[in-house]
């Protein structure tokens, strides 16, 4: 089985993954958060230095563009391929309203016409890799049937499919159903995607779907970072490891930033995912999120992992 990390834009920066390569060491790919092609086609400054090599050596990471636009696709994939690149990942799955208004991520679902013939442009790089990361559809998931004939047209690298559609944004279930049929539908590789928040999650995943030899987590690996090593030698995360690994993130933040407001900005949107994997959290919860002051921050944080237990088999949104 193959595990990879799903981009999370503002989380899944190279901090993140560099921190989590230090402490797990068990992802074979690193997706990042998306770029968006500019009218001056020059990466952004922030985007710029989340795939510098130096940022991430040692690891294996995939750029991800979110565009509708083949032109600035192209440039900018070519930008990232001097940096060293050689796969590039299309976000068709996107479903944040800003995006979606501009038919770009899952909103370019909708567009099958326009989606055909981006893709016919894009496709006529010949010395890159392009993998697309996809939900099945827009409104709904019948879109699927008609979006897999367009997608089975082009040699892509791997097709990441969410199973759900842009409306559901993360509420529904995955549907397993089309994700069954695009299992046997499609003639290129696939991966997995969605709902993996436990071990229980992704065996019975697996039980379901045992061709299956990809998977993409997400809030899942957001909310543990122990839980591929649950999932393949059933160990819990130990509690001193997730907080060193929780002080090298912070310290690095710190670094980058030269201050401790928008450090403590980016901890407490990961304290989001991370603290339902400990008991009796909620108290614990507040006090980190009110916290403005480093000194405080750390404090109730301290005090969680002190008093606290890491539950074990715990997810997202376990408790």
Same mark, same amino acid.
């Given at each position: 089985?193959?595990?990879?990390?799903?981009?999370?834009?503002?989380?899944?920066?190279?901090?993140?993954?560099?921190?989590?390569?230090?402490?797990?060491?068990?992802?074979?790919?690193?997706?990042?958060? $998306?770029?968006?092609?500019?009218?001056?086609? #020059?990466? @952004? !400054?922030?985007?710029?230095? +989340?795939?510098?090599? =130096?940022?991430? %050596?040692?690891?294996?990471?995939?750029?991800?563009?979110?565009?509708?636009?083949?032109?600035?696709?192209?440039?900018?994939?070519?930008?990232?391929?001097?940096?060293?690149?050689?796969?590039?990942?299309?976000?068709?799955?996107?479903?944040?309203?800003?995006?979606?208004?501009?038919?770009?991520?899952?909103?370019?679902?909708?567009?099958?016409?326009?989606?055909?013939?981006?893709?016919?442009?894009? $496709?006529?790089?010949?010395?890159?890799?392009? #993998?697309? @990361? !996809?939900?099945?559809?827009? +409104?709904?998931?019948? =879109?699927?049937? %008609?979006?897999?004939?367009?997608?089975?047209?082009?040699?892509?690298?791997?097709?990441?499919?969410?199973?759900?559609?842009?409306?559901?944004?993360?509420?529904?279930?995955?549907?397993?159903?089309?994700?069954?049929?695009?299992?046997?539908?499609?003639?290129?590789?696939?991966?997995?995607?969605?709902?993996?928040?436990?071990?229980?999650?992704?065996?019975?995943?697996?039980?379901?779907?045992?061709?299956?030899?990809?998977?993409?987590?997400?809030?899942?690996?957001?909310?543990?970072?122990?839980?591929?090593?649950?999932?393949?030698?059933?160990?819990?995360?130990?509690?001193?490891?997730?907080?060193?690994?929780?002080?090298?993130?912070?310290?690095?933040?710190?670094?980058?930033?030269?201050?401790?407001?928008?450090?403590?900005?980016?901890?407490?949107?990961?304290?989001?995912?991370?603290?339902?994997?400990?008991?009796?959290?909620?108290?614990?919860?507040?006090?980190?999120?009110?916290?403005?002051?480093?000194?405080?921050?750390?404090?109730?944080?301290?005090?969680?992992?002190?008093?606290?237990?890491?539950?074990?088999?715990?997810?997202?949104?376990?408790?």
């Amino acid at each position: 089985m193959k595990y990879y990390l799903a981009p999370m834009e503002g989380i899944t920066g190279y901090i993140y993954r560099n921190s989590y390569e230090k402490f797990f060491h068990n992802i074979d790919k690193y997706f990042t958060p $998306f770029i968006v092609p500019n009218t001056s086609r #020059s990466l @952004k !400054t922030k985007e710029l230095r +989340d795939v510098l090599p =130096e940022n991430n %050596e040692g690891i294996n990471v995939v750029p991800q563009i979110l565009t509708n636009d083949p032109e600035g696709f192209i440039i900018t994939a070519r930008k990232l391929q001097q940096l060293g690149y050689n796969e590039i990942n299309l976000n068709l799955g996107c479903p944040a309203g800003t995006v979606v208004s501009k038919n770009r991520g899952s909103g370019f679902l909708a567009k099958r016409e326009e989606l055909d013939l981006f893709l016919n442009e894009i $496709f006529k790089i010949n010395d890159m890799k392009i #993998s697309i @990361k !996809t939900r099945i559809g827009k +409104d709904s998931p019948e =879109e699927f049937y %008609e979006l897999i004939k367009i997608y089975n047209k082009y040699p892509i690298e791997e097709l990441i499919i969410h199973p759900r559609t842009q409306k559901d944004f993360y509420g529904n279930k995955p549907n397993l159903d089309v994700f069954r049929d695009a299992t046997t539908l499609s003639v290129n590789p696939i991966c997995y995607n969605g709902d993996i928040f436990t071990s229980s999650d992704y065996n019975k995943l697996i039980k379901d779907f045992p061709e299956v030899k990809t998977v993409m987590l997400g809030r899942g690996i957001l909310g543990n970072p122990g839980l591929i090593n649950e999932i393949k030698n059933h160990i819990t995360i130990d509690k001193d490891i997730l907080k060193e690994f929780h002080d090298e993130i912070l310290n690095k933040y710190i670094e980058l930033y030269n201050e401790d407001r928008n450090a403590l900005f980016r901890m407490k949107e990961l304290w989001g995912y991370m603290i339902y994997i400990f008991s009796d959290n909620k108290k614990y919860a507040k006090k980190i999120k009110k916290a403005e002051k480093l000194n405080c921050y750390n404090a109730a944080v301290s005090s969680l992992f002190r008093d606290q237990q890491i539950i074990k088999g715990a997810g997202l949104l376990s408790n």
